[in-house]
């Protein structure tokens, strides 16, 4: 039984893997699905290590290295290839002239998986973070990532297939992600410790802000759930009082 949250965290390794070999393939929305399924079993061997008691320094480990390649390597190597594909119309670098731009931006999104792992590496020695986090979450990264690929897919909206296919949106998508992940920006934790509305306020009111747009709007405003989540987060550690983690140490 002590075994089952680490088999879970393997999934998670797995269901990342790939959705790296469909992304390679060119299929980024079914990659997208991967890492929503990567994304369970990443909430599952938590709950399963804490329904079990199966706690483990390994499986502590095992979590960060699968959450670097699901929700760090994944999610940019998606966003290289719509890179790649959005400038496949642009001319090739005169030749004799070293590197074009064109050439360079497409290794712009290695900035995600080198802030994730950072994130990731910073997280596991603190021990100091509980009700909030300091910087965006990895798994939150990944949907920012796979909810504009998906609402892309999914939606009629000329203002979505316009940004997956612009090349100085996709770069500066990338580079405002990798940084949010190094900040020191305090955001929700969204594990409940309890039911009640009182300490939980920010949780709540994500909750039903996403449910709102997705009933009303579909998957066309999956992309808005990340932003909801940073203002709710700076809005519920500003105003609302709760248990807030010491400035001493940051994730």
């Not at 080198?114 to 910087?135: E, M, P, W, Y």
Request: charged share 10%.
């Amino acid at each position: 039984m002590k075994h089952i949250p680490n088999l879970i965290t393997s999934l998670n390794l797995a269901a990342g893997f790939i959705a790296l070999v469909f992304a390679a393939n060119g299929d980024t929305v079914t990659a997208s699905w991967l890492i929503l399924t990567a994304m369970i079993f990443d909430f599952l061997d938590g709950f399963s290590a804490r329904l079990l008691k199966a706690y483990s320094a390994i499986g502590k480990e095992l979590d960060s290295l699968a959450d670097v390649v699901s929700f760090g390597v994944a999610p940019a190597f998606i966003i290289h290839k719509m890179l790649v594909t959005s400038l496949g119309d642009i001319p090739p670098s005169v030749p004799g002239s070293g590197a074009g731009l064109p050439d360079i931006m497409i290794y712009v999104p290695v900035l995600m998986p080198v802030c994730a792992a950072l994130r990731l590496a910073k997280f596991n020695i603190d021990t100091n973070q509980t009700a909030s986090f300091h910087g965006l979450p990895t798994p939150a990264n990944a949907i920012a990532v796979i909810s504009a690929v998906v609402a892309a897919h999914y939606s009629s909206m000329p203002l979505l297939k316009s940004f997956t296919e612009s090349p100085a949106a996709l770069i500066l998508y990338t580079v405002v992600l990798s940084f949010l992940m190094v900040t020191h920006l305090p955001l929700l934790s969204l594990k409940f410790t309890n039911l009640k509305f009182k300490g939980n306020e920010g949780r709540y009111i994500l909750i039903g802000l996403s449910l709102i747009t997705f009933i009303f709007f579909g998957l066309a405003m999956t992309p808005l759930i990340i932003p909801f989540y940073i203002i709710v987060s700076l809005i519920s550690y500003y105003i609302f009082p709760g248990p807030k983690d010491g400035p001493g140490k940051h994730q």
